[in-house]
């Protein structure tokens, strides 16, 4: 079976549904979304990070590279990406973990040996595991195994989506799974593709049909001042959670925060924050005000 | 009061460092229920410590005059109640609850029997940065003129340095372990409910029926413990009269009062002291004002370390409050502010200041009174009533540093009353810490206590646990298990020093596997070990013989029916503790030489020990390698976790049933309070890339910054070591406050708690962190790898963030600041 990388295993998540849960990440995502904050998620390839902070400039990658890709320069460590094969070595060697590769492909058995360390966190709290990325079902086959270990195990078993995924697949991924975590940023087709480079047609309708299945979804809205939190964007999605199969269903607002900046540096990338920015209490207010009007229970922060 | 000398000169008083929690705000009295409370608070925080030499003056002079006329437990109570005949009395204008030790709030006498402090020792604690006791230049002289030229020599203390051993001396020197009795009595106290039941008259016929049935024909001991009972019935003749003079002080202020409500409170207060302590208490403020006579005659009586404590405060409440909320005879608002007197009691009493390495390994006002609330009752049902959420509405209120407080949360327990807890905690000032009764009441039947003894204990003072009313529990001194690996890693030399601190293993050079390097750790484990325990117990034997404490006795199960003495054996049960500190840190540098030199041969054990010589000067890659590619403790990690329950299975080995001097043994309990800051001061480098001088890891957490992977790994790591076989772990959390905003997340934080406990934690207390901790993390992120940072689908750790994201998170967290 196809491993999927997965980029990072978050224990004590209490964001991420009921309880406390244990997150896993895959790499791989259809959207690009401007103001993505895990975006070492979306290439589903291995990746090479770098924290300038942490490097303590000893030379060591440099030397024990066998392309000759490391080159310490007054910024730090510069990698060639046309020599690098990503062989990981320079990682291995770093004192400081300045030098990271990003995603590890697991096996079924193995990821569900993390999950289960958490099992008597999960009894406590009602908690369970959430699979989240990147997008989860970029990967169907060995998200539906994994799901259906950890059902035999008892575990509550959360997928956090995106929904720009082909409907068979959603619903099939629907039959294994007790709670979506669905996420919705803009309603008009256009503006979605501006901010997040696919159009939303698709997410719509999926979510549509998610929606006549007995699986229990919870909404997730990024709110972002600027981009999403405008009268129009936001009434046009409250109605249309109104309107769906078996009614609305309940909502967490996401505030945007600028925190998760840091990241695109790790990757060599610059982070244009350009028109993005935190909502106010009282944008968020008016939001939630907006939604709560057509009945559908709102929650700050997952 | 005596006036200070050179105030001016000296340093500003650090509000937080004394538990000041409350940032003053301009024109107001701060927090409190009510007018009275806030006054009464603001007078205890406010005070600036002092010293009285009144108890001193008293003793001294009724030594001279009577030493050698009495056995030395009848002496010690005539002492006593010379004492409580003489001392000044103190009872304020807003007080319901009423006594102090000393003759003012946060004055506190000395102790020469024990120690006699020099008039440098005096000069030292009037002027030093923290923790200062102000003393005038009038009573040092005094002192120095009364007081000190009589005790020189005579003191437990001098006696004890001039027996103890070479060996002794010399680890001790190096900071291989602390000594609790060599400077204030044993202690680590807790009562069980029989003062509610008896007063002293009742304890005083007890006395007298043990003395008539003493059998002088066929026991060989019936003289001492005549004695022993004499000094009992003075000692209760003591605290009687001590009340008494309160009920006189309070009639003659009510005769004089002019507002009608004060004077009614003050015919109360005298009402009340006639009848407790000679009687049992009938309602809710005879039973508190009960306790607090109680504790203060054992305070006074020796200055006991932890200083003396209720148990199961609220579970000895809860009748009183049941019956007089039913009569219609208290409301809720007249006990919590009862309550609220009582805590501001204990605040107004410091800790006696201590001197030399004691001093340093225990800078701080706390005298850890510790107040269990929650719990089982003795018969095993939820202990949790009405009076606990009042008790924990004060601690949310009064934001002061004494009492200490804790939550017992057994499978019993209500989530509601574990969320209450939660929210309190949310504020950050470190309490209350929460206890499992579940896993400590079979930690003490392990230990051999009944089931329905074990049951009615819990924790006094830190974590450790005892049969409350029923046990002495000595805490004997840390061992600084971290400096035993840095005393193995030379031979036996102290490299800090120098100087010979324990015995030749070996060149750890010339070991060949990892096997070997360990076995010299434990032979160096063993030699240290039996060391401190052979002093301590001479030690206690100098307290059974010269410093007994008859009203302790009295208060303290089967001392009277034994005619025993609490230092003597005469408590039920009699146990003695030695404190392991560093199980991080040691585990951490096992790992590391296990992995770098022995497996992977990333280094060799010559450029190791050389790096820690030189605290890793020039050696940055080999510290960092170390510090990131080691399986370190605290993580879920196998290898790590594994070297941790090795190494406490072998403190329990050294420890565990080393004989004390009362029939019964030593045992093992992984506590170290303030004393791993000490312990940090007096260690070099170690393998695991800590620089010298900074502190050991604390209790049984992991070390600073070491577990990465969230707080499931760290309590999963601490479940593997079997808490039962100890007398109390201790396990610190740090959280953001941000882990902390909704409702939601304060119940996760009680369901993280209650999964620690269902897999055998004993202990856990949470850090809420400040702004200030985070710009601390900011300068040494080394120290603070474990911090993270959650919000809605983003996480990740405080060190990761660059500097502008940092300041971010600062500037949200004293947002969130209270």
Known sequence: ?302 | MATPINSTDKPQRQAAAEGNFYTEKPGQLGPGMNPRIQRLRKLSVDTEPSLSIERALHETAFYRENYGKYSIPVLRSLNFLDHCEKKTLYLGDDELIVGERGPAPKVVPTFPELTCHSVEDFEVLNTRDQQRYTISEDDIATYAREVIPYWQGRTVRERIFGHVPQEWQAAYEAGLFTEFMEQRAPGHTALDGKIYRTGMLDFKQRIAEKIAALDYLNDPEATDKFEELKAMDISCDAVILFAERHAELAEEKAATENDPQRAAELSTIAEVCRRVPAHAPRTFHEAIQMYWFVHLGTITELNGWDAMNPGHFDQHLAPFYAAEIKAGTLTREQAKELISCFWIKVNNHPAPPKVGITARESGTYNDFTNINIGGITADGRDGVSEVSYIMLEVIEELHILQPGNSVHISAKTPDRFLNAACRVIRQGHGYPSIFNPDVYVLELMRQGKSLRDAREGGCSGCIEVGAFGKEAYILTGYLNVPKVFEVTLNNGIDPVTGKIAGIATGDPCSFNSYEELYQAFLKQLNFIVDTKVRVSNYIDRMFAKYAPAPFLSVVIEDCIEKGKDYYDGGPRYNTNYIQCTGLGTVTDSLSALKTHVFEQQTFTMERVLDAVAKDFAGEEFLRQTIVNKTPFFGNDDEAADAIAGRVYQDLLAAIEGQPNVKGECFHLNMLSTTCHIYFGKVLGATPNGRFAGKSISDGTSPSHGADTNGPPAVIRSLSKLDQTMSGGTLLNLRFLPSLLKRDEDIAKLGQLVRSYFTLGGHHIQFNIVDTATLRAAQCSPEDYKDLLVRMAGYSDYFNDMNNDLQQEIIERTQNEEL
């Open chain 1, 1 to 302: 079976m196809h491993q999927p990388l997965v980029f990072d295993i978050k224990r004590y998540c209490i964001n991420d549904g009921p309880g406390i849960r244990i997150t896993i990440f895959f790499k791989g995502c259809p959207l690009s979304c401007h103001w993505c904050h895990n975006p070492e998620s979306i290439s589903p390839k291995v990746e090479k990070l770098y924290t300038v902070g942490r490097c303590i400039h000893c030379n060591a990658c440099v030397y024990v590279c066998p392309e000759k890709a490391c080159d310490l320069t007054n910024g730090g460590i510069v990698t060639d990406p046309d020599l690098c094969t990503l062989c990981g070595k320079c990682a291995d060697i770093c004192p400081t973990r300045a030098i990271e590769m990003s995603g590890r492909p697991y096996s079924v058995h193995e990821l569900l040996l993390e999950i289960e360390k958490e099992v008597p966190f999960f009894d406590s709290s009602g908690g369970g595991v959430t699979f989240s990325g990147g997008e989860p079902l970029l990967h169907p086959e060995f998200l539906i195994a994994i799901l259906d270990e950890c059902g035999e195990h008892g575990i509550h078993r959360a997928v956090d989506t995106y929904g720009c995924v082909a409907r068979e697949v959603l619903l099939e991924v629907a039959r294994h799974t007790d709670l979506f975590l669905y996420d919705l940023k803009l309603m008009d087709p256009e503006r979605h593709r501006q901010w997040t480079g696919v159009s939303n047609e698709k997410i719509l309708a999926n979510l549509v049909a998610l929606a006549e299945t007995a699986v229990e979804i919870q909404i997730r809205v990024p709110l972002i001042a600027g981009v999403n939190d405008d009268e129009a964007n936001i009434t046009a999605m409250a109605d249309f959670i109104a309107a769906l199969p078996g009614g609305p269903r309940p909502l967490s607002l996401l505030p945007y925060h600028g925190i998760a900046a840091g990241k695109h540096a790790k990757l060599g990338r610059i982070y244009d924050e350009q028109g993005l920015a935190e909502p106010s209490p009282q944008d968020i207010g008016r939001v939630s005000a907006i939604f709560a009007a057509r009945g559908i229970r709102v929650s700050i922060g997952g």
